[in-house]
């Protein structure tokens, strides 16, 4: 899910400390910040000082909040350029209007999506923000602040050669999905429904990164790859100006397929980090700021209108 002519290149996803890419001035002896724009919604964010306030004294000291992502996962968070560290995307835009509401600064790290929750529960993070499922096995040591509400979707290359048009035609073929994700688990648990039509089970192939999924259907060894619908459609639109590949839309499933909230996983260290960043993802829907971020992006529609806490129902 890489931007620009890099998406087939799997980029290494090197613990590399990046932080806002505005300078986020401080407050006198403050180490949190003043007012100042969003990056992408191109609107001034106000701090808010009770919210501020709230947060844990750990918090506050450090004036930044530690986050785990995994890069690249586009539209959600992408390199600005190959080669280079600054961070874009959605999460990673969503997270400089939170820390200018919070009055902390919110730096991101690199990390293989699969040891970010490993990572977190050592202590090392405060929080992911990753376009993370919000599933009640998470919220075992996770509390989510959940955003938006995605489900998974099937890339396919274009002109889809194998006439691929819903979930059922994936029985009997090899299909592509990154390690430890949702969308592998929706892969598994398809198997009992190709046995039931008398289909072959899906051949899946799991890789620790999507964008070596993408290399793998470039290459035509999967039939297709599933991925967040969101993912896909950016995928689908930006890879080598929208000719590499195409999205299967399928009616009975408009916004992907077992449509899920994805949340800002927080660590349950800091209870009081949870409740703040939940006010503060609120305030961000309310001003219409969250909507803006997600339409930069090209998924306006995922935007929620209530940032619910824990709201995974399986």
Same mark, same amino acid.
């Given at each position: 899910?890489l931007?620009?002519?890099s998406?087939?290149?799997? /980029? &290494?996803?090197?613990?590399?400390?990046?932080?806002?890419?505005?300078t986020?001035?401080?407050?006198?002896?403050?180490? =949190?910040?003043?007012d100042t724009?969003?990056?992408?919604?191109?609107?001034?964010?106000?701090?808010? &000082?009770?919210?501020?306030?709230?947060?844990?004294?750990?918090?506050?000291?450090?004036?930044?909040?530690r !986050?785990?992502t995994?890069?690249?996962? &586009?539209? $959600?968070?992408?390199?600005?350029?190959e080669?280079?560290? *600054?961070?874009?995307?959605?999460?990673?835009?969503? %997270?400089?209007?939170?820390?200018?509401?919070?009055g902390v600064? $919110?730096?991101?790290?690199?990390?293989?999506?699969?040891?970010?929750?490993?990572?977190?529960?050592?202590?090392?993070?405060?929080? /992911?923000?990753?376009?993370?499922?919000?599933?009640?096995e998470?919220?075992? /040591?996770?509390?989510?602040?959940d955003?938006s509400?995605?489900?998974?979707?099937?890339?396919?290359? #274009?002109?889809?050669?194998?006439?691929?048009? *819903?979930?059922?035609?994936?029985?009997?073929?090899? /299909?592509?999905? *990154?390690? +430890?994700?949702?969308q592998?688990?929706?892969?598994?648990?398809?198997? +009992?429904?190709?046995?039931?039509?008398?289909?072959?089970?899906?051949?899946?192939?799991t890789?620790?990164?999507?964008?070596?999924?993408?290399?793998?259907?470039?290459?035509?060894?999967? @039939?297709?790859?599933l991925?967040?619908?969101?993912?896909?459609?950016?995928?689908?639109?930006?890879a080598? =100006?929208?000719?590499?590949? #195409?999205?299967?839309?399928d009616? #009975?499933?408009? %916004?992907?397929?077992?449509?899920?909230?994805?949340?800002?996983? !927080?660590?349950?260290?800091?209870?009081?980090?949870?409740?703040?960043i939940?006010?503060?993802v609120?305030?961000?829907?309310?001003?219409?700021?969250?909507?803006?971020?997600?339409?930069?992006?090209?998924?306006?529609?995922?935007?929620?209108? *209530?940032?619910?806490?824990?709201? @995974?129902?399986?």
């Open positions: 899910m931007h620009t002519h998406w087939h290149r799997a /980029v &290494a996803a090197t613990a590399l400390l990046i932080t806002a890419a505005t986020l001035s401080g407050c006198g002896s403050d180490p =949190g910040v003043s724009a969003a990056p992408a919604a191109g609107v001034r964010i106000t701090r808010d &000082a009770k919210l501020h306030a709230a947060l844990p004294a750990a918090v506050r000291s450090a004036g930044a909040v !986050v785990a995994d890069v690249p996962y &586009a539209p $959600f968070v992408m390199f600005v350029a080669g280079k560290p *600054e961070l874009t995307g959605l999460d990673y835009d969503l %997270g400089q209007a939170l820390g200018a509401k919070l600064r $919110f730096t991101f790290t690199a990390q293989k999506f699969d040891g970010i929750v490993p990572a977190i529960q050592a202590g090392k993070f405060d929080a /992911v923000m990753s376009a993370m499922t919000d599933t009640k998470r919220q075992q /040591v996770l509390d989510f602040v955003y509400v995605s489900g998974s979707g099937i890339l396919v290359t #274009e002109g889809n050669p194998d006439h691929i048009t *819903e979930l059922d035609d994936l029985c009997g073929k090899k /299909v592509g999905a *990154e390690a +430890a994700t949702h592998l688990d929706v892969l598994k648990a398809h198997q +009992a429904a190709c046995a039931d039509a008398g289909k072959k089970p899906v051949a899946i192939q890789f620790p990164k999507d964008s070596d999924a993408q290399l793998a259907l470039r290459s035509r060894k999967v @039939a297709a790859d991925l967040t619908k969101p993912a896909a459609g950016w995928t689908a639109k930006t080598d =100006g929208g000719r590499a590949f #195409e999205v299967v839309d009616p #009975e499933a408009v %916004g992907g397929y077992e449509a899920t909230p994805n949340g800002i996983g !927080v660590t349950k260290r800091l209870p009081g980090l949870t409740d703040a939940q006010k503060a609120q305030a961000l829907i309310d001003d219409g700021t969250l909507r803006r971020i997600c339409a930069k992006y090209g998924v306006a529609s995922i935007a929620v209108q *209530e940032a619910t806490k824990n709201a @995974a129902v399986s």
